[in-house]
């Protein structure tokens, strides 16, 4: 389906620099990584003293800069089309794009399909003014189109993935619906109990989420916290990977996407192209001529598949193959966002051979990739430790070689580079069964780390945890409290002082269980994508039903199923904790270590006891006829009111695969408290 819009020309005259630029080759040195833009956030004191995303506003001289816990914060966020480039390795060339973003001086020139980072601390009150200012979409205007069928493709809302808030009125409220032309100003009210960690937001609109997610609208949000563990209650991850002599802690925050642009006319509008393929299937034909303009106009560019045909790669902070820099035996805290829309990403770091140095500066073609990968980054894969997955800091530390992100999850790793030169930083091709798509995928290339020399790593095996025992040494409060932090890192990497939830334990759970499956099925010739209790009463989204009414203060147990393909389960509000994940042949393959014994899938080993916000669900085994079955746990905390669980391949949750769902003081349909 094509959303119908009215587009300026692409070169305006404020840009005639910028085309101009779009012929020449892309300059090497302008892909070097860097983190998105940090909004300067101040407390609102004074009428003036306003942070914004749009530019950096100067603060009166009584302005309180980087204000603690409890203040409050002041953004604009306003979204309008853009045009710019997207680099195609392939060509060399900046592949002009006109793509909804959020728009202002705070972007990046060069990157603007990424938005900029919301920074704050627990206790904030944190106010966004988004602006819409995108163009009437006529089909919104067309009648009697199913809720389910993609459109008002420029209707927005604002969701900020993973926070702990409340899911009313004018906070985390993705029922409502901002209009081109309208305002709206969120407040969420960020408890002073709420975990540090890395969150992000994104628009969540039914019937136009994944388009404008595709098209670059998503950033990270990030919580930073200073609570010192203590005897009697955890603290922030962050107090202990603060700078230390010798090491920097040095944070890279990967936002990353995929922005899947079809090329259409040189004006940026007109009908998406399609070609037929080996069926004689019209798909849709990817290939860009001079003169053409990138878009995401059509829910015809998120099909399964699509995105490995599509030649288009996942970017890191609007840049595609950007350059890292390290030094050796410094250890950087890595946060990443998987802020695409359906593929999954398997994360590995691989040393670059001395020879491809110089083939790999200006990027490698995504048709090329894996040959390219074969010959020059087959050695052994760097190891890392992973610290905390959905904002939520590990009990212990995992050693691992290669990370699945599906769609909506956010790690925090630390790695160090243990010797100079340029290492390959790769997303693998996963089991089929243990990706979104189900399909074989090539292997990709994300980027590029280039380590310069700095102190020898010696003892490669324990070298995180030596690091972060003399950060501890440092940084903790002397006495009980930092000889257990020590203690417990040189024990087995466990970070158990800075778990931001108690466990749950089996006593706590009261009532029945929440089931939960995911299908797909054809009705009266149409895809139907549901949820149920069951597969054979799973049913599309109705906006209109509240298909689950929860209990504030009870603590349940759910069990996820999918009954064709995999999906990522997303709920609002609440996090869960991992109880098991049991496969076909009732393996655990959540405990440590483990492997799915069908495909040699690893993404859960290590999940067990873990808290999370969204977790993929594996489908159906077809050949057993037996279901992958995920047990989570989870608390009904504090807050109140009507929200949703969801599929978060974003055009499976645009298509009907989401369910309301009510937290109420009763936990009873109609009730007047809700």
Excluded at 3 to 10: I, T
Excluded at 222 to 235: E, H, M
Excluded at 431 to 448: A, C, I, K, M, R
Aim: charged share 20%; aromatic share 8%.
């Amino acid at each position: 389906m094509t959303g119908l819009h009215r587009h300026r020309p692409f070169c305006l005259s404020a840009l005639a620099l910028m085309c101009a630029a779009a012929t020449v080759q892309a300059d090497e040195q302008a892909r070097t990584f860097s983190n998105p833009p940090s909004i300067q956030q101040l407390a609102p004191t004074l009428k003036e003293a306003r942070g914004t995303l749009l530019m950096k506003s100067t603060a009166p001289a009584n302005a309180v800069l980087n204000p603690h816990a409890g203040h409050e914060r002041l953004l604009d966020l306003t979204i309008e089309y853009t045009n710019n480039f997207i680099y195609d390795p392939a060509t060399q060339q900046q592949v002009p794009v006109y793509l909804r973003s959020y728009h202002g001086t705070d972007v990046d020139p060069r990157t603007p399909f990424v938005a900029p980072t919301i920074e704050v601390t627990p206790g904030d009150t944190v106010r966004i003014n988004l602006d819409n200012r995108l163009p009437t979409d006529p089909s919104c205007q067309v009648s009697g189109l199913p809720v389910n069928t993609p459109h008002c493709f420029n209707g927005t809302n604002l969701h900020s993935h993973g926070l702990w808030v409340s899911p009313t009125g004018n906070s985390d409220n993705v029922l409502l619906k901002i209009k081109p032309q309208q305002k709206f100003q969120y407040e969420y009210n960020i408890p002073s109990d709420h975990p540090a960690g890395t969150f992000w937001y994104h628009p969540h609109l039914h019937g136009s989420t994944a388009l404008q997610v595709g098209s670059g609208m998503a950033g990270a949000l990030i919580i930073r916290g200073d609570r010192l563990p203590t005897d009697a209650s955890n603290g922030d991850i962050d107090t202990l990977l603060k700078p230390i002599a010798g090491q920097d802690f040095i944070e890279r925050l990967l936002v990353l996407q995929q922005i899947p642009y079809a090329c259409v006319g040189a004006a940026g509008h007109g009908p998406i192209k399609k070609k037929k393929n080996d069926k004689g299937e019209d798909v849709v034909d990817w290939s860009c001529n001079k003169g053409e303009v990138g878009v995401v106009e059509s829910y015809d560019q998120f099909g399964p598949g699509d995105w490995a045909t599509s030649g288009r790669y996942t970017s890191v902070n609007g840049q595609v193959q950007p350059t890292f820099e390290a030094r050796t035996g410094e250890v950087q805290r890595w946060r990443v966002v998987h802020a695409g829309v359906r593929d999954t990403v398997n994360l590995r770091f691989v040393k670059l051979k001395d020879s491809a140095v110089q083939q790999s500066i200006k990027g490698v073609a995504a048709a090329k990739a894996a040959d390219f990968i074969a010959q020059n980054c087959s050695g052994t894969a760097l190891p890392y430790e992973v610290i905390a997955a959905d904002g939520l800091t590990y009990a212990k530390a995992q050693h691992k070689d290669q990370l699945t992100l599906q769609p909506g999850y956010r790690n925090d790793l630390l790695v160090a580079f243990p010797e100079k030169g340029r290492y390959c930083v790769l997303d693998l091709a996963e089991p089929p069964s243990g990706g979104v798509t189900q399909l074989s995928n090539d292997h990709q290339l994300l980027g590029f780390v280039d380590a310069e020399g700095g102190q020898p790593v010696t003892n490669r095996d324990n070298y995180i945890r030596d690091t972060l025992v003399a950060a501890a040494k440092v940084n903790m409060p002397e006495g009980s409290v930092r000889d257990k932090v020590v203690a417990d890192l040189q024990k087995d990497m466990s970070l158990a002082s800075f778990v931001p939830h108690r466990t749950i334990e089996d006593g706590e759970l009261v009532g029945e269980e929440q089931r939960l499956v995911f299908n797909i099925f054809q009705k009266d010739g149409q895809t139907q994508f549901a949820v149920g209790t069951t597969a054979d009463n799973a049913a599309p989204y109705d906006p209109a039903q509240v298909q689950r009414e929860l209990k504030l203060g009870d603590t349940q147990r759910w069990v996820l199923q999918s009954a064709v393909a995999g999906h990522p389960f997303h709920i609002h509000v609440n996090p869960f904790q991992i109880e098991k994940i049991i496969g076909p042949d009732g393996t655990d393959l959540s405990a440590p270590g483990a492997k799915d014994p069908v495909d040699g899938d690893t993404q859960y080993a290590g999940l067990q006891g873990v808290w999370k916000d969204t977790l993929f669900v594996k489908p159906l085994n077809k050949d057993s006829k037996k279901y992958y079955t995920v047990y989570v746990k989870t608390r009904y905390q504090r807050y109140i009111g009507e929200f949703v669980l969801h599929c978060h391949i974003l055009d499976h949750e645009d298509q009907g695969m989401m369910q309301n769902v009510r937290i109420s003081l009763d936990g009873k349909a109609g009730d007047a408290h809700h």
